[in-house]
């Protein structure tokens, strides 16, 4: 039963991995892997009662992440519904192909830290296609777009999920994931910039403009930038109240967004039922990526019953035993190792096995706040752009763009690579300079 858990969640990673070929959805391939996984754990003989324990104690924790992320994501949607992001995009006229790739990437890096890197991934695609008129720039963009965003969520809480999940799990604490990871993922995004800065040159031609819908006027610009500004406080709110109370993050997400909920309910009271159908949260969460919350469940169901059939712990004796995470060195290799694997898979179910592989022992590098869980959260951020399957925001990018997987491979992934490998050297440094 042992080595049979591991050859179907191997097989339910090959299929996430190959979704696109196979034609699969990955949350189907999750939700399948999680629950079979953890049947053959129930056969294979522990007490049912144990079992059940088992399982419910980790529901508990898996639980608190999806519903972290259905807040974030309904939130996002209320202000996107609302035009609320417009209020920062339309300010842009530069037709410079180098100055909008700077303006491009930076408002992405810190939309990724406040919001996620999926969604902002959304809503910057979105913006070049009002932009750019040419395929390939539009591309370039969208490429470097993937790295902005996931180097933009990787030093943030609620940036990315491997974050969000090392933070909710207690491995790190929100004011030193930022402070620590800041100037790396600066660093990783800096230098493909600097490299294309050199590199491109000339002007970007802008498609010819779409005619206005008859209901744009229903929502005003100051109920925009209301929305706007109420949405970003109640994402930057939820570390405070975290911090305050002590509570489960997904308590501060569920307070900002019933919040906002009641805001924009009493915004739109005396319009038409059906302009608030649309703008509204009721309607906004038809839109939310359901399947994304499904897959979630499936791959952290899955890696939890590793983690309770003791493989996660025989695996990190493993590399112990081989790699050695005793030193500093072997904690940079194999941080750097989860980061580059992220690229060719999803890196949720990896952060998820590192956090079931390692206990938060004191005096050790995998304490609460050490060396190996803030170094995982950069590399498993960053790494995923080297492909464009290795993260959502890439997913999320090559599904609305049709990019393919080839081009990718030859026109972003050197850069990619350049920004992750500098970034490491950053973080290596940095530690260097603070403790010696």
Not at 99 to 104: P, V
Not at 162 to 179: D, F, P, R, Y
Not at 339 to 361: E, H, Q, T, W
Not at 374 to 394: D, N
Request: proline share 3%; with cysteine; net charge neutral.
């Amino acid at each position: 039963m042992y080595t049979l858990m591991i050859v179907v969640f191997v097989l339910g990673y090959a299929a996430i991995a190959f979704e696109h070929s196979l034609k699969i959805d990955k949350a189907a391939a999750a939700l399948v892997t999680g629950v079979v996984c953890w049947t053959i754990y129930v056969i294979g003989g522990p007490d049912l009662h144990e079992a059940e324990h088992h399982l419910l104690e980790h529901l508990a924790e898996i639980s608190g992440i999806l519903f972290f992320l259905l807040g974030a994501m309904t939130i996002v949607e209320v202000v996107d519904s609302h035009g609320g992001f417009s209020v920062i995009t339309d300010r842009i006229s530069t037709k410079s192909i180098r100055n909008l790739l700077w303006i491009i990437a930076i408002l992405t890096f810190f939309f990724s830290a406040i919001l996620d890197n999926l969604t902002t991934s959304i809503v910057m695609i979105s913006l070049l296609r009002k932009l750019i008129k040419d395929r390939e720039t539009r591309w370039l963009f969208a490429g470097m777009v993937v790295v902005s965003a996931n180097a933009g969520g990787a030093f943030s809480p609620i940036g990315d999920v491997t974050t969000t999940m090392l933070w909710i799990g207690g491995q790190v604490s929100a004011e030193n994931i930022i402070a620590y990871i800041f100037f790396p993922s600066v660093v990783c995004l800096l230098v493909p910039l600097t490299y294309l800065t050199f590199t491109i040159k000339g002007n970007i031609e802008r498609p010819a403009e779409v005619p206005p819908k008859s209901d744009d006027h229903a929502i005003t610009r100051k109920e925009q930038t209301t929305v706007l500004i109420a949405g970003v406080l109640g994402l930057l709110f939820v570390p405070i109240f975290k911090t305050v109370t002590h509570l489960p993050p997904f308590m501060g997400m569920m307070f900002s967004l019933g919040t906002l909920w009641i805001l924009t309910d009493v915004m739109h009271r005396r319009k038409p039922a059906e302009i608030r159908r649309n703008i509204g949260v009721l309607g906004v969460l038809r839109k939310v990526d359901t399947p994304s919350v499904l897959f979630f469940l499936g791959i952290l169901l899955a890696v939890a019953s590793l983690q309770t059939g003791g493989q996660l712990n025989d695996l990190a004796a493993g590399l112990d035993a081989s790699i050695g995470t005793s030193t500093q060195t072997g904690i940079y290799l194999v941080g750097s190792i989860i980061g580059v694997l992220s690229a060719i898979v999803d890196n949720v179910p990896l952060v998820a096995a590192a956090m079931g592989m390692y206990d938060l022992v004191p005096g050790t590098y995998f304490a609460h706040d050490d060396l190996f869980w803030k170094f995982l959260a950069y590399c498993a951020g960053t790494g995923g752009s080297l492909l464009i399957i290795g993260s959502a925001a890439g997913v999320a990018v090559m599904g609305l763009e049709r990019i393919p997987f080839g081009w990718y491979l030859k026109k972003i992934t050197f850069l990619a690579a350049l920004g992750y490998f500098a970034g490491i050297g950053a973080y290596i440094l940095q530690r260097w300079i603070i403790f010696g």
